[in-house]
Each structure stands twice: as C-alpha cells, then as structure tokens.
C-alpha cells in the first residue's frame, strides 16, 4: 500500500490480539479456513512488484475459473498501456449478475507489493504469518486483501450462495501511485452502487477518509565553473536549494504544518546533484510531496514551496550577475476525500464487522489508497482492514484470525446480508 497512518503496532512475537470475537450473529455463512488460509500463502508466495503482477494476475484468474466463475466474466483492462511506468498486465475485473435484486456491489484489493517482497517464502507460525526469509517481507500489503475478496467470490460459488450483482477488482500499480485504479475505466465496472475495499489492518477498522497529496519535482540549474580556480564565476545549484530549504523550515513550512485550522504535512525525500568536488554544482533535482485533506490548503503547501525557491534562486549570483533557473512541477498524486458516515456503504461496512463479531470503527488516513481515486471519481469506497502488520518491512506479518474476520465481513458484503 502506498504511505499511510497506521494503529499502534501489535509484537510480533505474541499471538493475535486482535478483538475478533467468538460470538458471531446466526445467519452468516461459514468459510473454509484451511482453504483460505492456504490461499493466501499461495499468493504471497508469488513475485509481483508495482508493473509486474501478471504471474499474480494470472493465478487469480485461473482461481476464478476453477471455482466457476464464467472465463467471459473475465476481463484484464488495458491500464498498463496507458500507466506512465508500463507494466506486464492491467486490471483484474470480474462482472457477475446477480441472483437476488439489489444494487451492484465492488469488492476490491490491490495486487502489487513493494520490491521488498520479491522472494519472500510465507509461513503459518500459530497465529501470525511471516516471512521465513527475514530479508523479504511478506506481500500481506495487499495478497492479504487480494485473498479477501478471491475467498469470498469462491465461498459464494462453492455454496451456492445468493448475491447481488457483483464486480470484482483486483488493480495494479497502487504501491507506486495509485494508477490502476486511478486509470480504470469506470465503464469497465459496471456502475456499482456500494464499493469496498480491502487494505490494512484490524479487520473491523474502516477507513472512511484519506488525505490527498501532490508529488513535486524542482529542478534548478546553477553555472559551472572551476572549483578552484574561478568559484565566483558559478552558481551552485546546491546553494540555492539549501537556502530555500532553510526558507521553509525557518517559515513552518516544512513537516509537519499547522497554520491557524489549517493542517498538512510536507517533505523533500530525494535530492541528486554533482559529479566532481572541483566543480561548482551546476545542477541539482529534488523530489518531495506536500500533504492536506484540505484541497485549497494543499495548494498553498505547494505554492509556498515555489516561492521559497524563487527567492532562494534570486538570492544567489555570480560575479557576472548571472543566476540560476528554477523548473518547479506539481502533479496530483491523489485527491483527498470523506464519506458520510451515514452512508450506506460505511453503515454496511460495519454492519458486516458486527455480524462476524469484531467491533467497528471508522478512521481517517494520512495516507492514500485506491479508495482516494474510485472515491473521487465518483464512486465512494470504504477500506476495510484484513489483517496486515509492519508492512514495507522485513518485520511484516498478517495476523490469520484478522484475515479470516475480513474474509466473512466479504462474505456477508458480497451476499447483501447488511
């Protein structure tokens, strides 16, 4: 998953302290948990990077057919020829009528995990599932929710269960910029009225808002000149950067933002320059992100941070009164947004946690999801957690009791019992 808040991490040594609870409402379909834990390890087993998740792809279609889901239901979009960075294979997205009238409903998870995950060799230990390569982590971030919604669709065959029509989405590239879902044609979705979506943690916890945030890109070209010999006669690009660095930082601009009711976060991650210490740094590229539920305000985080480079780039010159030359580019990285907590997705979303016996509560996010773009394209999406622990790192774990909560919450979402 992309950047985001996270609860309070539980140890990873102690079994789940999760609050699933043994006292589930009558009514609610059983799941075969042995088969879907087994899913799940199956499919954190398998190599799939943000623009290389077809093998993954792949064995979730041939899971879908297996389990009798109509191979003309299925389709893989054409989002990788459109992503900027590529990729070996589009969306996963499954249409099925429904058995029982009722709106469409999505059920979704993203497919792709960080690198950090390519060779990573899952493990059931009692109550938690971690890596046994403790140079890897895990890929709970997201086959966990992945997994959620393949073991519902196949619970619901298996069964024979009755359901509204249903779309299944499994998008690509979320870890590197949300685009598989930013990009989707909605078309392609079949207009669903309630979607869900799962990533995260506690299976209970439903993310109902997230923050939005703009990627920026400055470039500034200084002059070259002798190091040595003629230092005044070039413009470090360094000098400039720094200064406007300080300008932010002096001015609370920088990190965590707090001005008056007004609230974001800001930070320059990536800075590359030079090639010789006897050269004045001619250029310097830096890449950094400005944060904000606020859409306005993240505006202002961004402006604020053009103009301290224009003044920092008019503050430095050479002997010739020569300065340097600023490109400043700002690009939505996804768009904030909140659901009513009325509506009928977010009462359905923790309906369905309190039918399988785990308390529900809402969240707000720092972070971003693939719910940010279906929600601001005008399909509002709930998050719901399915089990994931540390992830991003070698520490990762999946808490299987959390895991199996999601996949009943899924189970009774898909079926229209709440």
């Not at 499954?94 to 792709?112: E, F, N, S, W, Y």
């Not at 392609?188 to 995260?200: A, H, Q, S, V």
Request: one cysteine or more; hydrophobic letters at 40%.
């Amino acid at each position: 998953m992309s950047p985001r808040d996270r609860a309070v991490p539980k140890p990873a040594t102690a079994p789940s302290t999760h609050r699933v609870s043994a006292e589930r409402q009558p009514g609610l379909p059983t799941i075969d948990e042995a088969a879907a834990i087994k899913r799940v390890l199956a499919l954190m087993a398998i190599p799939g990077k943000s623009g290389q998740e077809a093998g993954v792809v792949g064995e979730i279609r041939r899971r879908l057919v297996a389990a009798g889901v109509p191979d003309s239901a299925i389709e893989v979009d054409d989002v990788a020829s459109r992503s900027p960075i590529g990729g070996d294979t589009g969306n996963l997205i499954v249409k099925l009528p429904g058995t029982i009238k009722g709106p469409r409903r999505l059920l979704m998870a993203h497919v792709d995990t960080v690198p950090l995950c390519v060779g990573c060799k899952p493990v059931l230990d009692g109550k938690i599932i971690r890596s046994a390569d403790p140079s890897t982590a895990l890929g709970g971030d997201d086959r966990s929710g992945a997994s959620v919604v393949l073991t519902a669709i196949t619970e619901i065959l298996t069964q024979g269960l009755p359901h509204p029509p249903l779309t299944l989405f499994w998008p690509v590239q979320e870890e590197i910029g949300l685009y598989g879902a930013r990009l989707v044609q909605l078309s392609r979705l079949g207009n669903p009225k309630m979607c869900f979506n799962w990533d995260g943690g506690d299976a209970g916890m439903a993310c109902i808002g997230a923050t939005g945030s703009f990627d920026l890109e400055i470039r500034i070209d200084g002059i070259a000149s002798h190091a040595g010999v003629h230092p005044e006669a070039g413009v470090n690009a360094l000098t400039v950067a720094a200064l406007a660095i300080a300008d932010l930082e002096a001015n609370g601009w920088l990190g965590l933002i707090v001005k008056g009711k007004h609230r974001g976060t800001s930070n320059l991650g990536i800075v590359q320059g030079g090639d010789a210490t006897n050269v004045v740094m001619s250029r310097v590229d830096l890449q950094g992100e400005v944060r904000s539920h606020d859409p306005k305000f993240r505006l202002r985080l961004a402006d604020e941070f053009r103009k301290a480079f224009e003044r920092a780039v008019k503050r430095v010159k050479n002997d010739a009164g020569k300065r340097a030359t600023l490109t400043f580019q700002q690009d939505l990285k996804y768009e904030s947004f909140a659901l009513d907590p009325e509506s009928p997705c977010v009462r359905s979303a923790l309906a369905a946690a309190a039918l399988v016996g785990v308390p529900g509560e809402t969240r707000i996010s720092n972070g971003g999801l693939d719910a940010n773009w279906l929600s601001a394209r005008g399909l509002p999406t709930v998050t719901m957690g399915s089990g994931q622990e540390h992830v991003h790192t070698t520490d990762e774990l999946l808490y299987v009791d959390d895991y199996l909560a999601a996949c009943r919450i899924a189970v009774a979402l898909a079926t229209g019992l709440v």
